[in-house]
Every structure is written in C-alpha cells, then in structure tokens.
Antibody, heavy 117, light 109 residues
C-alpha cells in the first residue's frame, strides 16, 4: 500500500532553516509528482510547490520563491523540502502529498515545524 | 494566487443534504475542470473526496458529489452522517499552481 512517512517534529529559531523529509513506498516513486502543502494552526491548507520525482524539476508558489527548495533522492524514494529564513508565521504542519492527475491522492502524516525564539 | 472563497461553516441535520460552494475566478475554477475536494478530520491529514469537478475516487461514498457552474464549484453531501462532520477544502489546479479554498466546517444542527 502507498505510504508517505515524514520526519519528526522540529523546533527552530527565527532566521534558521528546516529540512523535512518524506519517504515514499508502495508505488513506483519516479512515476509521480509530489506536492508540499502546509497548514498553520487553526488555518487552512496552503500549496507550497511541487517536484517531479523523476526529473527533479520543481515549481514553487510565488510567496515561497527564494526561500523554499524541494529535492528528491531516487535511490531512497525520498523527497525533501527545505525552508529558510524561518519566521514565526512559518509555524505549521507541513505535508508531503502525492499528485494524482490534477489532485492529491495520498498524504504524509504531517510534520509540525515550530518557529520560536 | 488568492485562496478560493468558501463559506466558513455549513450546518445540517442527520439525513439532510448540504452543499458547500467554492468561488474562484476565470483564471482558476472557471478556467478548466480541475477542481478537487478534500475532507479533513481534526488532527488528521486531508482525504481526497472528489477530483476533476465530479469524479469520486474508489472507496468514497456516493453520498458525495461535485459540480461546477462558471467560477463556482460545489460539493454536495447527501444523507448527512455523523462521520461527515469535518472541515472541507476545495482546490483548483492549473499548470502553474494549485490553490486551496478557505475551508468550510460542516456541523450538525
């Protein structure tokens, strides 16, 4: 069965960077794109960007351009999302999620990133 | 890209039907047939309920249906059940980005 297992919760200081991993299993990794979506406490979903697991090409939401980097390692079927220059407003649960045509069919369990001095 | 507009909450009685709207623009919702709907229970990851406006993934109850008219998409839940109490989000896909709705909390009257 398809599984997306994310790394554990992180606590970071303002200005630092965080790198969240997402290990995929149960399907052919390079056949799908992977999204990153975040959700601040009590707030809605926010699309951050997408990575092609095969070619590694990426597309980022405009508001994260310059601060986010998505990469993948095909040898371990893992995608990564790094967010830099963290501020308190970046406190959120970060999800990796598999793209299915124009939607998302599988989600990771989420990784809570807390930004606090 | 601004979030798509959804009502903050919709209420219904068990067994009733409710409809959640999702309003965008001609650049997103109105520009193609790539609207999806997600259900999210507290503390859980979202679950895909509808994709490409009206298609149901395998395993999703046929009580859930989707439609679209112009720049507004809709999710209808018929025969409301206890487990349907949750937050619902629409999303619109384009070749450049994906935009989510503001979210709607469904509760029982």
């Amino acid at each position: 069965q398809v599984q997306l297992v994310q790394s554990g919760a992180e606590v970071k200081k303002p200005g630092a960077s965080v790198k969240v991993s997402c290990k995929a299993s149960g399907y052919t990794f390079i056949s799908y794109y992977m999204y990153w979506v975040r959700q601040a406490p009590g707030q809605g979903l926010e699309w951050m960007g997408v990575i092609n697991a095969s070619g590694g090409n990426t597309r980022y939401a405009q508001r994260f351009q310059g601060r986010v980097t998505m990469t993948r390692d095909t040898s371990t079927s893992t995608v990564y999302m790094e967010l830099s220059s963290l501020r308190s407003e970046d406190t959120a649960v970060y999800y990796c999620a598999r793209a299915y045509t124009t939607a998302i069919d599988y989600w990771g369990q989420g990784t809570l990133v807390t930004v606090s001095s | 890209q601004s979030a798509l507009t959804q009502p903050a909450s919709v209420s219904g009685s068990p067994g009733q039907s409710i409809t959640i709207s999702c309003t965008g623009t001609s650049s997103d919702v109105g520009g193609n047939n790539y609207v999806s709907w997600y259900q999210q229970h507290p503390g859980k990851a979202p679950k895909l309920m509808i994709y490409d406006v009206s298609n149901r993934p395998s395993g999703v109850s046929n009580r859930f249906s989707g439609s679209k008219s112009g720049n507004t998409a809709s999710l209808t839940i018929s025969g409301l059940q206890a487990e349907d109490e949750a937050d619902y989000y629409c999303s619109s896909y384009t070749s450049s980005s994906t935009t989510f709705g503001t979210g709607t909390k469904v509760t029982f009257l």
